[in-house]
Every structure is written in C-alpha cells, then in structure tokens.
C-alpha cells in the first residue's frame, strides 16, 4: 500500500517538475575573450495588412487605417524583429537592473510594440485618457490582466519565466505588443535598417534565433570566434 502511494506521488510530481522548470539556468562569467554576431533581419515577400477599424474612442485611437503586419525598409530590412540566442549557460552580466521594464498604453498602441526583458518585473503605464484592459499571455494562458481606467496609471506586475507573451487589449480588439521574456542577455531588437548586433558572445557554436510575430521563429546555427565578428543575414518568411 504504501508503494503505490509512493508512485503515485511520484507521477503526480514529475509532470509538473518538468513544466515547472522555467528556463535554461545562466551562470554570469567575465568575458575577455568574446566574439559579437552582427546581422541584418530581412523579409522578401510581399507585406500583407490589416484594417484596423476603431469601434470606440476613436478622438485617441485614431479613424479606420491599413497598417502593415511586419515593418519593412525600402532595403528589404524588418524593423523591430528580435533575435535571441538559445540554450545558453553562460557568459556576460545582464544590463545594469534600473527601472523597471515599462509596458505604455499610448493612443491604443502598446508601447514600445515589441520588447525583450529578463524575467522580473514589468510596469504597465496608461499614458492615455480612456480605459485600457492589458491583457499578457503565455501561449493561452493569463501572464497578467489589467485594467486601467485612468490616465497616467502605473501597475507593476512580473513576469515570471522566459517565453513569449502576447500583449492585447480587451477594450480595443485591435491592440497588439509582443514581449520576449529571456533566459539570458543575448538579444537584440533590429533597428529600421534590419540590423542587429550581439557582443561578448563566449567563443564556440549557438543556435540563433530571428522571430517576428507575422513569420514566426527562424532558426539557425553560429560559430562565434574569439575577438572577431560572425556576420549573419536571417530572412523572414510567411508561416
Ligand atoms: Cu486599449
């Protein structure tokens, strides 16, 4: 009798353990003897849009418009596409914690629209004078949920683990923000020409990863060398 309760234990426990681990664990070392990946995000195809139609407080959220589902330049480069490295035990220390990671809600649009943190805390701010819902999830399940009905509101709150958390807004369809929660401080955001930079990469060899809410993920290997830069181009393409 008491085995099978011991096993039974043992089964309720293990799936949970294995869901429970958040992330790969990252151990802060000095790096001397680094390496930087400099890249350039681009997309080929043809940029699809919504019509993005405001059903209420259209005095903030602006009229009917069609806006493009990922930002590219004149020169094929995705802007605000984030690029990550995966499954890394160790290297260099995280930016120097200072504020808190901020989430604003300005004229219905998030805020900054993508953004990548470590996990911890993040401020969501209502810069704007109607009610937002901001509403954070993980996959289908609720990261946060908050409402703030009034202008110049701030609530913190914490994001947990790494992943990616889709933002939205339950008072107005249409609003949507990305947030890259990572497990170590390899990533970059592109700029508006596409392109990234990753510094004081431990030489040896990575999976890299390029994602973009409208293409998803793309993966791929680097070998980063000691004191020299890896370039890399990345393109995005439709799922
Ligand atoms: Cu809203």
Not at 75 to 84: F, R
Not at 106 to 124: H, S, Y
Request: aromatic letters at 6%.
């Amino acid at each position: 009798m008491r085995i099978v309760t011991l096993a039974i234990g043992i089964l309720a426990v293990v799936p949970f353990a294995m869901t429970a681990v958040p992330a790969q664990s990252y151990d802060v070392v000095t790096v001397t003897d680094g390496g930087t990946i400099e890249g350039k995000v681009v997309f080929n195809g043809a940029v699809p849009t919504k019509k993005i139609i405001p059903t209420k407080d259209v005095e903030v959220c602006g009229g009917m418009r069609e806006e493009p589902l990922i930002e590219v330049g004149p020169d094929k480069g995705v802007q605000n596409a984030v690029v990550y490295l995966v499954e890394v035990t160790k290297g260099k220390a995280w930016p120097a914690p200072g504020k808190p990671p901020e989430l604003d809600n300005v004229k219905c649009r998030f805020e900054p629209a993508v953004q990548v943190i470590p996990a911890g805390p993040l401020d969501v701010v209502n810069t704007d004078p109607v009610l937002h819902n901001t509403h954070g999830y993980y996959g289908q399940r609720t990261a946060f949920n908050l409402a703030l009905p009034n202008q110049g509101q701030r609530i913190p709150t914490e994001l947990k683990r790494a992943g990616i958390v889709r933002v939205d807004c339950d008072a107005h369809g249409w609003m949507e923000g990305w947030i890259y929660v990572v497990d170590n401080p390899y990533y970059a955001v592109t700029g508006a020409d596409g392109k990234f930079t990753i510094a004081d990469v431990p030489p040896g060899d990575y999976k890299l990863v390029a994602v973009q809410s409208l293409t998803g993920p793309v993966e791929m290997p680097v070998t980063v060398t000691s004191g020299k830069s890896t370039e890399l181009n990345v393109e995005l393409k439709k799922k």
